[in-house]
């Protein structure tokens, strides 16, 4: 079982930066892939990023590509998404989510058991 919590979001201008941050409590941070996930009003949940247990491995929506990184601390049982040259098509709830342990890194919202409770990312133009 891994609880996970979000935090970092916030109000920020066009062109600003956020850093995400999500802690996991429980067993098995450091064997799972991570993602991140966002929603927008009206929106279905979307995915935004991924990472590999050890960090090899990272994958981005396209939109997000060259302006996000998702990074790990498997120490801290931490990960992070880091979000530069924000624009207000980015204002939505930022979820990060777990997938399985010892399974690989995707891009499926179903294949995520575990998930945070999302914190709000609002840019304005």
């Known amino acids: 079982q891994v609880q996970l919590v979000e935090s970092g979001g916030g109000l920020v201008q066009a062109g600003g930066s956020l850093r995400l941050s999500c802690a996991a409590s429980?067993?098995?941070?450091?064997?799972?892939?991570m993602g991140w996930f966002r929603q927008a009003p009206g929106k279905e949940r979307e995915f935004v990023a991924a990472?590999?247990?050890?960090?090899?491995?990272?994958d981005y929506t396209d939109s997000v590509k060259g302006r996000f990184t998702i990074s790990r601390d498997n120490a801290k049982n931490t990960v992070y998404l880091q979000m530069n040259s924000l624009k207000p098509e980015d204002t939505a709830v930022y979820y990060c989510?777990?997938?399985?342990?010892?399974?690989?890194?995707?891009?499926?919202?179903?294949?995520?058991?575990?998930w945070g409770q999302g914190t709000q990312v609002t840019v304005s133009s």
């Open positions: 990472i590999s247990r050890g960090s090899t491995i990272s």
């Open positions: 429980g067993r098995g941070f450091s064997t799972s892939p």
């Open positions: 989510a777990a997938r399985p342990q010892y399974t690989v890194v995707g891009r499926t919202l179903g294949e995520y058991v575990y």
